[in-house]
């Protein structure tokens, strides 16, 4: 499909304000084919997103966000990935309004039949009773106490959280029982949540990690168009040290030609603010985040768009995208050992941990089960409630 490959598809022909996808993107589990052509009635593409005139953003046809209430069956999510420092993870929301065009988290729409372009980052799921699922997860007597990784796939912090107050939920759930918990974000909104954060971190059952992709707030604006400005986040890791919580910063993703020319200026500049720990990671291009970001490319930076890929395909054996655990995070090559060696000189410079030892550091003693068991995970006649597996 045309969409699917072409960076020069009419749909991907204009930027819109306060969105990272160009284009509503065909997911690959689509059962009906679409293909994008300009039918030369207009001086521009118009097709709902954008008037197209002069290539000028149209605030007013941009797409608004919509989020839907969801009753989830399952919270809780289990890997076995060796490039990740943890093994269990809670996500609050599916969709993330921040718009990250990059964000590897975007093919994941496909699997609900809608797009992971423009339809990731507009048309969004709110688990409302994750606090409740989370309760039963804790009172199953085969949970065995370890720290979860709360926002990984989606940030649990987006602009609708502010309203619904999901993770806030999910995190007095995790007061309550001692339950360790690491949490990453691009949301200054984590600061509303100090009082507890700061009390978990009293006990060891908190760490919090900042992703800043770049200093520069107009290439964020591109990148990221939704998530709190650089300065902001910075502050924020500023914030929460002042508060004694466990704060690290995650320089993601590293894009050659983009933001690698001073990814180590976003690692000093977390030191002075307070972070102890860091880690980066090289872009991924998974799925559907290949054309969606070749676009991206294709509008903002079509001068390095030849250079970008050939650059990512060197460290990816060839490839766009290699998908292999030990090399997926940081690719291989000349060049990944080049960013690995400026990374650890600037790790030494500014005293900066691993991040990875933050998980490793969360205490899970103190666990205990939850005080109460919602209604609904019990049934009639007493007997433990069997839960969904999907």
């Known amino acids: 499909m045309s969409s699917f490959s072409d960076p020069e598809s009419p749909a991907a022909s204009r930027a819109i304000k306060g969105r990272g996808a160009l284009s509503n993107l065909q997911g690959r589990f689509e059962h009906q084919l679409r293909e994008d052509f300009h039918d030369g009635w207009s001086d521009g593409w118009s097709d709902g997103w954008s008037d197209g005139r002069n290539g ?3 605030e007013a046809s941009a797409p608004r966000t919509q989020i839907t209430e969801e009753i989830a069956h399952s919270i809780l999510t289990r890997n076995q990935s060796p490039d990740i420092p943890f093994n269990v993870s809670l996500n609050p929301y599916r969709g993330c309004e921040h ?6 988290a975007r093919p994941t729409h496909s699997y609900l039949e809608l797009s992971p372009g ?4 507009t048309r969004l799921f709110a688990k409302i009773n994750a606090a409740e ?3 039963r997860e804790l009172a199953s007597p085969s949970w065995r106490p370890e720290g979860i990784a709360l926002g990984v796939n989606t940030d649990a912090y987006q602009p609708c959280e502010r309203k619904l107050g999901i993770t806030r939920q999910v995190l007095e759930v995790m007061q309550e029982c001692g339950q360790p918990v690491g949490l990453i974000t691009k949301s200054a909104l984590i600061e509303r949540d100090i009082d507890i954060l700061a009390a978990m971190a009293k006990k060891r059952q908190v760490t919090v990690t900042i992703t800043i992709t ?5 290439l964020s604006r591109k990148l990221e168009p939704r998530a709190a400005s650089p300065t ?3 502050k924020t890791v500023a914030r929460l040290a002042e508060a004694g919580i466990p704060v690290g910063v995650n320089v993601a993703p590293i894009i050659p030609f983009i933001t690698d020319q001073d990814f180590e200026q976003v690692l000093y500049a977390a030191a002075d603010a307070g972070a102890t720990s860091a880690g980066y990671i090289v872009l991924r291009l998974p799925w559907e ?3 969606l970001f070749q676009q991206w490319l294709h509008m903002h930076f079509p001068d390095r768009l030849e250079r970008v890929m050939g650059r990512l395909r060197d460290m990816r054996g060839g490839k766009d995208y290699d998908a292999s655990y030990g090399t997926r995070m940081r ?3 000349v060049w990944a050992e080049l960013i690995r060696q400026r990374y650890d000189v600037a790790m030494r410079r500014s005293g900066l941990a691993s991040r990875r030892q933050d998980y490793a550091e969360l205490d899970a003693s103190g666990f205990t089960r939850p005080r109460y068991i919602p209604a609904a995970a019990a049934k009639t006649d007493g007997s433990p409630h069997q839960q969904d597996m999907f």
């Open 331 to 333: 690719g291989e090559g």
């Open 56 to 58: 000028a953003e149209n």
């Open 99 to 104: 718009g990250c065009v990059y964000c590897f």
């Open 118 to 121: 423009l339809d990731f980052e």
């Open 232 to 234: 902001r986040r910075i």
């Open 214 to 218: 770049s200093l520069d707030h107009a």
């Open 133 to 135: 699922l989370l309760r």
């Open 289 to 291: 985040v290949n054309p």
